[in-house]
């Protein structure tokens, strides 16, 4: 009969299991702050956000280059939030907007003219383009442009149709799309969910990332949860590092499958 395990095996198997766990990292999430560029106040106050958030700006706006250098000066990632065509409107009258029935030289000289108004942009995602995301031939003409830039493109996924991310990894580029709006219903409860959900997200595949926005009850949100993450076993990080670009980059990481 078997006599007793040994103290010394005993601590031995412990300290393998904790070193084990320990060298698992962490989940990662990554949170960008769509549509900053008309409020000052609020994109201020987004700027302001524990940890490294990544802020989407709308190109051609009155306060968007100023939060722009902001948010760069200050380590984090920006994003150029391209205005697309949705479904259900004949063009896009947006600042910079593009749609669908430009020619590929018209389109070439408005996103020249897009990135140019946050060129501390280390990337794209789109704003609105429920429409020009099905589109394979609008959505090849932008990654020809990202291209030779070195930009990643981040899918805002506003339509289950979307086609952006197959195109973006067709040719090459960095790239990944949004796993949860957490604000689409901007309300305290709904926005709690989402989180929860981004977290269990995050959980089961190594990293998730959400879209949110400026509004008050988000920001709010945001200011109280954020800082308990890393108690939580949970690591906030750029967009930039999940895509190998930008403030915080690591190796490359291409999220391009399916979801």
């Known amino acids: 009969m078997p006599g007793p395990v040994p103290t010394s095996c005993l601590l031995g198997t412990v300290l393998l299991l904790a070193c084990a766990v320990a060298a698992e990292p962490a989940p ?42 902001l948010a760069a000066s200050r380590g984090r990632d920006v994003l150029l939030h391209l205005p697309l ?15 669908l029935d430009m020619s590929r030289l018209q ?27 099905r589109h394979p031939g609008h959505m090849s003409w932008l990654m020809q442009e990202l291209g030779p830039r070195g930009l990643i493109f981040v899918d805002s996924y506003t339509t289950h149709h979307s086609v952006a991310l197959q195109i973006a990894r067709e040719n090459g580029i960095p790239a990944t799309r949004r796993d949860v709006f957490l604000d689409a219903n901007p309300t305290p409860a709904a926005i ?7 977290k269990r997200l995050a959980r089961a595949r190594g990293s998730a990332i959400a879209i949110a926005h400026p509004y008050p009850v988000t920001l709010q ?26 403030a915080g980059a690591g190796p490359q990481a291409d999220r391009t499958g399916d979801r």
């Open 192 to 198: 709690a969910a989402e989180f929860r959900r981004l």
């Open 28 to 69: 990662r999430v990554a949170i960008i702050v769509d549509d900053l560029g008309y409020q000052l106040a609020a994109g201020e106050r987004a700027l302001r956000l524990p940890g490294p958030v990544s802020y989407a700006v709308l190109p051609q706006t009155p306060r968007g280059p100023a939060l722009a250098r």
């Open 107 to 133: 389109f070439r000289g408005v996103f020249e003219r897009d990135l140019a108004s946050v060129p501390q942009a280390i990337g794209i995602n789109n704003h609105r383009g429920s429409l020009l995301t």
């Open 221 to 246: 949100f945001l200011e109280s949860e954020l800082p308990s993450l890393a108690d939580e076993g949970y690591r906030l990080v750029g967009i930039g590092e999940l895509l190998g670009a930008g």
């Open 85 to 99: 065509q949705p479904v259900g409107e004949h063009g896009n009258d947006e600042p910079g907007g593009i749609s």
